[in-house]
């Protein structure tokens, strides 16, 4: 049985519990009582013998056992493993398969397959080795000869054919006519390109000229058309106007639903901690830091600029 100190003792009431909780503890809490005590005693003692017939009798048992099973049971089994199956089986084995295999292949096949390839060699030979080669030496070699000495002198023939027809005047109008016109039309052309690239080449630098000119001009029109008297109406107009508006409309509005929200959970508390009890202590809120604009110590007056209001440097 386990000892008495290690049981955990009943949970202490907690202070400022509510009259709900303590009136359903104390009922659950007897009937709990009276029947988990009786089988906790039976389970403690049934957990008691098995350790002790376990640790006296059961685990020696076991290890006997243990040491007894290779010499009373694996020793045996393995012995008569070999001397009545493996050993039998063995000599069956040489007895009926290898032996007639071995003299059926020594006496009978070899002979036979050895009778068999010469026949065969001789049949190959004289029926076959023999009248090719005699056909070859008689008939297809002097007739190789014969196509060949006729192939020679067709190729002969065409080969005068096609020079005198095509290639010796194809390198005449080459190199009389193709060439000179050729090297004339290429320093015509180069001498064109030439002259045309250095055109476009000032025709493309006065456009950039022109079009960096009209550029700055459209950009200085912009600016003093429109982004100067946007940036005027922001600063002298839009920034005052929400600044009131934040100061005299928007704060007001927020602290007041902040203070609305925090009477709503205090009343929830005091409510939830009379009819159940207390609860874990709340967490104090965190102080709401009002939001200013970055970079300043204090609102600004219709005089002062911030950094986004500093028109950038012209471009020039």
């Known amino acids: 049985m386990e000892p008495i100190g290690s049981e955990r003792g009943p949970a202490r009431y907690e202070p400022g519990e509510g009259c709900v909780t303590t009136v359903v503890r104390v009922p659950v809490r007897i009937v709990v009582l009276v029947l988990v005590v009786p089988v906790r005693l039976v389970w403690d003692v049934l957990t008691a013998a098995a350790r002790a017939v376990h640790r006296s009798a059961l685990s020696p048992l076991g ?15 393995a012995w008569v493993r070999h001397t009545l199956v493996v050993a039998p089986l063995r000599w069956l084995w040489r007895t009926l398969v290898v032996a007639p295999a071995a003299w059926l292949w020594r006496w009978v096949l070899a002979p036979a397959g050895r009778g068999i390839g010469a026949v065969v060699g001789w049949l190959v030979r004289y029926l076959v080795v023999v009248p090719a080669r005699w056909l ?26 096609v020079r005198w027809s095509v290639v010796v005047p194809a390198a005449a109008l080459w190199r009389y006519v193709l060439g000179p016109a050729g090297r ?44 100067e008297p946007v940036r005027w109406v922001y600063r002298t107009v ?42 874990r202590e709340p967490r104090p809120a965190r102080a709401v830091v009002p939001r200013r604009e970055p970079g300043g110590s204090g609102a600004r007056t219709l005089g002062e600029t911030s950094g986004r209001d500093v028109s950038p440097p012209a471009r020039g």
């Not at 070859?136 to 005068?160: C, E, I, K, N, Q």
């Not at 960096?212 to 912009?222: D, M, Q, S, Y």
């Open 63 to 77: 290890r006997g056992l243990a040491r007894l099973w290779p010499t009373l049971v694996v020793r045996p089994l």
């Open 136 to 161: 070859g030496t008689y008939v297809l070699a002097p007739l190789g000869r014969g196509l060949a000495w006729l192939l020679r002198g067709l190729g002969a023939v065409l080969g005068a054919l």
């Open 184 to 227: 004339a039309l290429a320093a015509v052309v180069t001498v064109l390109a030439r002259e045309i690239g250095a055109a476009l080449g000032h025709c493309w630098r006065t456009a950039g000229i022109v079009s960096r000119a009209l550029g700055r001009f459209l950009a200085a029109v912009l600016r003093w058309t429109l982004v």
């Open 238 to 279: 839009l920034t005052p106007v929400g600044q009131v508006i934040r100061d005299g409309l928007w704060r007001p509005v927020r602290q007041a639903l902040r203070t609305a929200r925090a009477t709503v959970r205090q009343t929830r508390r005091e409510i939830g901690r009379a009819l159940f009890g207390a609860s």
